[in-house]
């Protein structure tokens, strides 16, 4: 099955911040993860196996200038989905958040 990529950016919110507002908008739970590579990021998987994912834009390492999202550096954070090209897209829910920017996506 094809998989969808969407990626959302910020400088509104802290991770935290955006994954709690997130969790109230979407109904779902986000579990605090952390990694070598992302450093503290937020995952939640909603029931259609749609994955979300909140996480600062700096890569964590000893010279601070690594990106995840090198085209957008003004984004301190960034919300991934990734998601089953069947699912519903979370369009409308992810446009009346104020602040969050889509700034890629691999839907046609």
Request: proline content about 6%; cysteine-free.
């Amino acid at each position: 099955m094809p998989t969808v990529f969407d990626t959302y950016g910020t400088n509104a919110y802290t991770a935290r911040d955006l994954s709690d507002l997130l969790a109230d908008r979407l109904d779902v739970i986000f579990a605090e993860r952390e990694s070598d590579y992302r450093g503290v990021y937020f995952l939640a998987t909603l029931a259609d196996m749609t994955r979300l994912q909140v996480q600062p834009n700096d890569i964590p390492g000893d010279d601070g200038d690594d990106l995840y999202e090198g085209a957008n550096p003004d984004m301190s954070v960034l919300f991934l989905v990734t998601s089953p090209a069947a699912a519903r897209p979370l369009d409308d829910e992810l446009s009346a958040v104020e602040g969050l920017t889509r700034l890629a996506s691999s839907r046609s």
